[in-house]
């Protein structure tokens, strides 16, 4: 069948699901824990949820006439999904650099991994860890390490001053405190 007459792109493998892309010359680190969901996630879906939208396509396919067939169009549009967020993970758990934040437990220092308290002009204080691309939630207090905060608190140690530049002027944060959790054994 011609190309013209499918309505899938050819952009469907260029799909990041909304992540930031790695950016060039750098390593997707990761936490620990951010690897092993995104491993869990792969392992579930090729393990579990694309042999089950297969086996029902295969059903719907055989009850006939495809064109009106729901399950048939419904799951055929699943398993494009599906393999899009396998390709997706693939990908990134490939150029995935696993660091165990632990391996600085007890530094007063922020890096990659680190869960820093700091306050900024206005005596706010916020705390935040810094974790891979792949793992920011920021409603949870998780912050990518390209991010700007992150840029800018990094390689600095408890009582240090640093400047954050954001689109609203220029913001002196103050560090209080620096935690690592326990190292791996």
């Given amino acids: 069948m011609s190309k013209a007459f499918v309505k899938e792109s050819d952009q469907d493998d260029d799909d990041d699901f909304g992540a930031p892309a790695i950016p060039a010359g750098s390593k997707n680190y990761m936490t620990p824990e951010g690897h092993r969901r995104m491993r869990e996630e792969f392992l579930h879906l090729m393990d579990v949820e694309r042999p089950e ?7 719907a396919a055989s009850n006939g006439d495809r064109s009106e ?12 999904e599906i393999d899009r ?3 997706f993970l693939t990908k990134r758990l490939d150029k995935a650099e696993v660091v165990d934040p632990g391996i600085h437990h007890g530094s007063d220092q922020v890096f990659f991994g680190a869960t820093i ?18 793992e ?6 998780k912050i990518s390490w390209i991010a700007p905060v ?12 640093v400047v954050l530049r954001t689109p609203s002027g220029i913001e002196e944060l103050t560090i209080l405190d620096v935690s690592y959790p326990q190292p791996l054994t």
């Fill in 117 to 134: 308290t700091y306050e900024n002009q206005d005596g706010d204080e916020n705390t935040i860890t810094i974790v891979g691309i792949d």
């Fill in 136 to 141: 920011f939630d920021p409603l949870q207090g």
């Fill in 69 to 80: 067939n729901g399950d048939y169009l419904y799951g055929k549009r699943r398993l494009r």
């Fill in 53 to 59: 939208v297969v086996s029902i396509v295969s059903w």
């Fill in 150 to 161: 992150a840029r800018a608190l990094t390689k600095s140690r408890i009582g240090d001053t």
């Fill in 85 to 87: 967020r396998i390709r």
